[in-house]
């Protein structure tokens, strides 16, 4: 009976160190990344702004928050797949992500927690085709893979689809993404080093850490309201009230640098409270959108 105590407890043990290993514990934020809130207003630039921001959502459903937040508990969050335009002064538009089609979101196997929305689909499809340009903030599948699968090849042409090397080459790589080399073969990617201008009002930061591509896009509207698009350094503001990343089994399952995205979940910490004028667009967090909405910051749907 001793025995079997000493087994039973060692299990115990061995159980309980996994999950605070994989489950529940994250890196604190260092000061290893730095928003370069300036830089970003600079080459966005202050002429010919952007006049409006809109949101369309491709996918609903819900996330487990232990999956968002290390440590959290089975509670679900609101989840959100979407898309966002960029309207412009000229009555022209720039998209940011621009989700998954329906073969991508079936590829994904979300059906179980998730709806899709076939009609924003073909909304998010024909805005594509016509979009002055289509940046991502990173390269996963339900960022790039609505622009990698449209059957439309003027939405992957050069000067539209402003997709970095790093984006290209995980775009290929990555089946769910449904980039082929084919599509992108005369696709000739953005260089930057750090800082790059899109269109005026609209500019990006390089912050790989989630993924290789990953970057942060900034936006400066007309009426002096400004927004920063995290992608997903973390995928429910929860992250950032706590200062916690995604656990650590995900984290190798999608390949990411924790001590590169536990720093930018601290630098935008630091950045809502020096600078609480400028509002983060969380991409998956679906109350966080829904409060951008109620504020003005975010409307609903694509204009034409």
């Given at each position: 009976?001793?025995?079997?105590?000493?087994?039973?407890?060692?299990?115990?043990?061995?159980?309980?160190?996994?999950?605070?290993?994989?489950?529940?514990?994250?890196?604190?934020?260092?000061?290893?990344?730095?928003?370069?809130?300036?830089?970003?207003?600079?080459?966005?630039?202050?002429?010919?702004?952007?006049?409006?921001?809109?949101?369309?959502?491709?996918?609903?459903?819900?996330?487990?928050?232990?999956?968002?937040?290390?440590?959290?508990?089975?509670?679900?969050?609101?989840?959100?797949?979407?898309?966002?335009?960029?309207?412009?002064?000229?009555?022209?538009?720039?998209?940011?992500?621009?989700?998954?089609?329906?073969?991508?979101?079936?590829?994904?196997?979300?059906?179980?927690?998730?709806?899709?929305?076939?009609?924003?689909?073909?909304?998010?499809?024909?805005?594509?085709?016509?979009?002055?340009?289509?940046?991502?903030?990173?390269?996963?599948?339900?960022?790039?893979?609505?622009?990698?699968?449209?059957?439309?090849?003027?939405?992957?042409?050069?000067?539209?689809?402003?997709?970095?090397?790093?984006?290209?080459?995980?775009?290929?790589?990555?089946?769910?993404?449904?980039?082929?080399?084919?599509?992108?073969?005369?696709?000739?990617?953005?260089?930057?080093?750090?800082?790059?201008?899109?269109?005026?009002?609209?500019?990006?930061?390089?912050?790989?850490?989630?993924?290789?591509?990953?970057?942060?896009?900034?936006?400066?509207?007309?009426?002096?309201?400004?927004?920063?698009?995290?992608?997903?350094?973390?995928?429910?503001?929860?992250?950032?009230?706590?200062?916690?990343?995604?656990?650590?089994?995900?984290?190798?399952?999608?390949?990411?640098?924790?001590?590169?995205?536990?720093d930018q979940i601290g630098a935008l910490q630091k950045l809502r409270k020096e600078h609480p004028e400028v509002q983060l667009v969380v991409a998956h967090d679906g109350d966080a959108l829904a409060r951008l909405v109620g504020t003005g910051a975010v409307k609903e749907g694509f204009v034409d």
């Open positions: 009976m001793k025995k079997l105590r000493v087994v039973l407890g060692a299990l115990v043990a061995m159980l309980l160190t996994t999950y605070l290993v994989f489950f529940a514990t994250s890196p604190s934020p260092g000061d290893g990344y730095t928003i370069d809130l300036e830089g970003l207003r600079g080459t966005a630039g202050t002429d010919e702004l952007p006049t409006d921001v809109r949101v369309l959502h491709v996918a609903d459903g819900s996330m487990p928050a232990f999956a968002a937040v290390a440590g959290a508990g089975p509670s679900s969050l609101n989840a959100v797949y979407a898309s966002f335009q960029i309207v412009t002064p000229d009555a022209g538009f720039v998209i940011v992500d621009t989700a998954y089609d329906r073969a991508g979101f079936d590829a994904m196997g979300a059906g179980a927690v998730t709806t899709f929305h076939d009609d924003a689909w073909a909304t998010l499809d024909k805005a594509m085709a016509t979009a002055a340009a289509i940046v991502v903030t990173h390269e996963h599948p339900d960022h790039l893979g609505g622009a990698a699968r449209s059957k439309n090849p003027e939405v992957r042409k050069t000067g539209r689809l402003l997709v970095t090397q790093a984006q290209i080459d995980f775009g290929v790589k990555e089946p769910m993404t449904g980039l082929s080399a084919e599509a992108v073969k005369d696709l000739t990617p953005i260089t930057y080093d750090r800082l790059y201008r899109v269109v005026p009002g609209v500019a990006l930061q390089r912050a790989p850490g989630h993924s290789p591509g990953s970057q942060l896009i900034y936006v400066k509207r007309a009426d002096g309201k400004e927004l920063l698009f995290v992608g997903d350094v973390a995928w429910n503001e929860r992250s950032l009230d706590e200062g916690r990343m995604r656990p650590l089994l995900l984290s190798l399952f999608l390949g990411e640098d924790r001590r590169q995205v536990i």
